[in-house]
């Protein structure tokens, strides 16, 4: 079975913090993904990545940036969290060679909460 | 850009009965479309995935048709049960992968 792990499920952090979201896989996946979840909006794709060391913007990066240094590990990065980014933070992978016929798997993901 | 529209945003039945959740799309060009679980607090599990080329997939109580024409797709699930009660996503692959809002539904004893 596919494991996607998060670093943490609950964070609290103040305004002006620099914060940090772990993901990691272990099916050897080449497309990893971070979303934010919030009420009545659904999920909305923050970054994307195809490969180690590559990345895109998804619909809503403004205030993040990610790094992918290995293969099994995706993270998001808060340069200066905002209240606005109170958030349900959810990381996803999928087959990168069959990513159109094959379903994400997310991770339990992160509830942020901004101070 | 493709819009996901998920009616109703909430529904509340009783145990055994059938019901069915519904979803909409607005560009009929996907790959394929998908039904996820979100229980409170927790990431999304999948439950049905029905390619393009497909009109239905079936698991268990749980059948999900597609009608790529109408930009429409149901998940029908059979006597419900408690268990059930959950936030219910679909997503339709195009380029990307939108989702809808969800439909929460409880399934009362």
């Known amino acids: 079975d596919v494991k996607v792990t998060q670093s943490s499920r609950y964070l609290v952090k103040r305004t002006g913090e620099k914060v940090f979201l772990e993901c990691v896989q272990d099916?050897?996946?080449?497309?990893m993904f971070w979303y934010r979840q919030d009420p009545g909006l659904g999920l909305r794709l923050i970054y994307f990545?195809?490969?180690?060391?590559?990345?895109e913007k998804g619909d809503i990066p403004e205030g993040y940036s990610v790094s992918r240094e290995k293969k099994e590990r995706f993270s998001l990065i808060l340069e200066s969290a905002s209240t606005n980014q109170t958030s349900m933070y959810l990381c996803?992978?999928?087959?990168?060679?069959?990513?159109?016929?094959?379903?994400?798997?997310f991770g339990p993901g992160t509830r942020l909460l901004v101070l | 850009k493709q819009e996901v529209t998920q009616i109703p945003a909430a529904l509340s039945v009783p145990e055994g009965e059938n019901l069915v959740l519904n979803c909409s799309f607005t560009?009929?060009?996907?790959?394929?479309l998908q039904w996820f679980r979100q229980d409170p607090g927790k990431g999304l599990t999948s439950l049905l995935l029905?390619?393009?080329?497909?009109r239905e997939q079936t698991s268990g109580r749980l059948n999900a048709s597609l009608d790529k024409s109408s930009g429409r797709s149901t998940l029908y699930i059979a006597a419900s049960q408690p268990g059930d009660s959950a936030t219910y996503l679909c997503?339709?692959?195009?380029?990307?992968?939108?989702f809808g809002a969800g439909t929460r539904l409880t399934v009362k004893p």
């Open positions: 996803a992978s999928v087959n990168g060679r069959r990513e159109y016929q094959e379903t994400q798997y």
């Open positions: 099916m050897d996946h080449e497309n």
């Open positions: 990545s195809y490969d180690v060391k590559m990345k």
């Open positions: 560009d009929s060009a996907i790959y394929n």
């Open positions: 029905i390619q393009s080329s497909q």
């Open positions: 997503a339709v692959r195009d380029n990307d992968m939108r």
